[in-house]
């Protein structure tokens, strides 16, 4: 049982550059998620998907596209990285959502030159 | 809206002491949860407790026990008999009952241990 699996784990892009990152998780959980964390901040919310098919903005949507892609899947694009998006980035998953706990994945650590 | 404060950015401990790691939240509502997230070197966020607003008594999970103070609008984390492998990054977190799935974090603290 993996729970939460998060691709790449590193990745350094340039200006201007798109790429996506791929978040699965393998408890059948309804609620997935996907957090942004700088240093000396907590995290702040992207995007969420309360369920599969749904998509909704977070805290901080801007720069970025999401795709629930299936239940297990919920993908984050950058279509045209800037280094304000240089930062690691964490996909969770919660059974259902509003009074869950959530489950991390790794991290992805990206840096945006 | 809603806002959670860690004040302290690092403490430190010696093995096999107690330390509490201090959190305040500011919110008008009534009904929410609370949790404590530990972030190892390894940058995994992994639970470490949870408690519900409306229940009194204080969560406990082995050597984490809380303290959370309802009306004062604190919620401390208290590790006992503190080990090597504790030393991490630790977050405290908000949620409230109807929000839209969205978690509250403070910045965090670093705990040290002390060989």
């Known amino acids: 049982n993996a729970g939460v699996t998060q691709t790449p784990k590193f990745q350094v892009l340039k200006t201007g550059q798109s790429m996506t990152l791929q978040c699965a998780q393998d408890?059948?959980?309804?609620?997935m998620y996907w957090y942004r964390q700088d240093p000396g901040m907590g995290l702040r919310l992207i995007y969420y998907s309360a369920s599969e098919g749904t998509t909704d903005k977070g805290e901080v949507p801007n720069g970025y596209n999401v795709s629930r892609l299936n239940k297990r899947e919920f993908s984050l694009r950058l279509e045209s990285a800037a280094p304000s998006q240089t930062s690691v980035y964490f996909c969770a998953s919660s059974l259902y959502g509003q009074t869950d706990t959530q489950y991390f994945g790794p991290g992805t650590r990206l840096t945006v030159l | 809206a809603q806002t959670v404060t860690q004040s302290q950015p690092e403490m430190s401990v010696q093995e096999a002491e107690t330390v509490t790691l201090s959190c305040t939240y500011d919110t008008s509502e009534s009904d929410y949860y609370l949790f404590w997230y530990k972030q190892p070197p390894s940058r995994q966020m992994i639970l470490v407790i949870r408690?519900?607003?409306?229940k009194q008594q204080n969560a406990t999970e082995n050597r984490f026990s809380v303290n959370f103070q309802k009306a004062a609008k604190s919620f401390s984390l208290k590790i006992s008999d503190s080990q090597l492998g504790d030393a991490a990054m630790y977050f405290c977190a908000y949620r409230s009952e109807d929000s839209n799935y969205q978690l509250i974090w403070g910045a965090g603290t670093k705990l040290i241990i002390k060989p």
């Open positions: 408890m059948n959980h309804n609620s």
């Open positions: 408690q519900e607003a409306y």
